[in-house]
């Protein structure tokens, strides 16, 4: 099964985001992946619902929001109302954990919930079976251009081993540092969903450098 794609915006241009968001559509991306810091729960700040309504206006994929703030329950709905398709939230951020994955789900919303580098992934052990879909940290959360932690494809086969056994079904999408040069990796460890800024932005031409994430198959180099 090739992965699931999602740029993420954090990356983008902001000057020219329309442009960003027109390219996205005529790419082989499978979502828009929008990355909302608090400046609380991560160190730095970055965009909230007048952009994420606007980005709204004119992307034609589903937009995979990542809340990287404190308190999300208070702001969930709101981020459906702006155009949100799926709804990520902390682990570490979330008293009542259970409660809020309803709530998203009460929204019509993909049910997400994002693991820090240093949260094992025994702790969503009580909750796997709710989940749409586990977004791995592969860096510290708050800014674009960290470097990879190597540790990340053991959390994936780890999270991979319960899910096979729970919810088969489950997403686990991976996010920071994520390029051509550990893509296959993490699929081969159990990843399908891969979110990339820079190596997409950064690149010569993001539609091809979409296309060619998108075309990578674990299966093909099964022994």
């Known amino acids: 099964m090739n992965p699931l794609i999602a740029p993420s915006i954090l990356s983008a241009d902001f000057a020219n985001l329309k442009q960003d968001i027109l390219m996205l559509n005529n790419s082989e991306a499978d ?9 609380v729960f991560v ?3 970055s965009f909230g619902f007048p952009v994420m309504a606007a980005v709204k206006n004119y992307a034609l994929k589903p937009l995979d929001v990542h809340l990287m703030i404190v308190d ?6 709101d981020f459906k109302n702006a155009g949100a398709n799926g709804i990520t939230v902390h682990y570490e951020a979330c008293t009542h954990l259970d409660r809020t994955i309803h709530k998203i789900k009460e929204l019509e919303c993909r049910a997400g919930v994002a693991l820090n ?3 094992p992934v025994g702790l969503l052990e009580n909750v796997i079976e ?6 791995i940290m592969s860096v510290n959360p708050g800014f674009g251009g960290q470097k990879f932690i190597e540790n990340t494809y053991e959390k994936v086969r780890k999270l991979r081993a319960m899910a096979n056994e729970r919810n088969p079904d489950l997403l686990i999408e991976i996010d920071g540092g ?3 040069h550990n893509s296959l990796a993490l699929l ?4 399908n969903v891969l979110v990339a800024g820079n190596a997409i932005f950064g690149a010569e031409d993001p539609i091809h450098a ?3 994430m998108k075309r990578i198959n674990p299966d093909i180099f099964k022994a």
């Open 178 to 180: 994520v390029s051509s």
């Open 43 to 45: 160190p730095n700040i």
């Open 72 to 77: 999300p329950d208070r702001y969930l709905e």
């Open 117 to 119: 580098p240093h949260t």
């Open 210 to 212: 979409i296309a060619e």
């Open 188 to 191: 081969k460890a159990g990843a």
């Open 130 to 135: 709710e989940l749409d879909m586990v977004l």
């Open 31 to 39: 979502w828009i992946h929008v990355d909302v810091m608090d400046g």
